[in-house]
């Protein structure tokens, strides 16, 4: 059974940085690809990034690039997300996802994790 599970979120100030992992229980051979959602209240699901198996490609939603970076490490099975410059509006539930080709749609991811609280007090 796989399982992905996030850590890493918790309470910080506006302008304080967090990571999250995403540790994956085995390895998933035909997806391959993961990424990051989060959902606010009362929002819809979002994009935030993907990565390739590689890590050699990356893709951002834009309101994230130049301040979230995502990246992974094969040997231990997890994939990052190294948050800076965090706004107020960061605040949701930030969720790893894992797909068998890049999509920035939630539709297209197979395996989900539980979420982690990521809160951004101005």
């Known amino acids: 059974q796989v399982q992905l599970v996030e850590s890493g979120g918790g309470l910080v100030q506006a302008g304080g940085s967090l990571r999250l992992s995403c540790a994956v229980s085995v390895r998933i051979f035909s997806s391959n690809y993961r990424a990051w959602f989060r959902r606010a209240p009362g929002k819809e699901r979002e994009f935030v990034a993907a990565?390739?198996?590689?890590?050699?490609?990356?893709w951002y939603a834009d309101s994230m690039k130049g301040r979230f970076t995502i990246s992974r490490d094969n040997a231990k099975n997890t994939v990052y997300l190294q948050m800076n410059t965090l706004k107020p509006e960061d605040t949701a539930v930030y969720y790893c996802a894992a797909a068998r080709h890049y999509g920035s749609s939630w539709s297209e991811y197979d395996y989900w994790g539980q979420g982690t609280q990521v809160t951004v007090s101005s």
């Open positions: 990565i390739s198996w590689s890590g050699g490609s990356t």
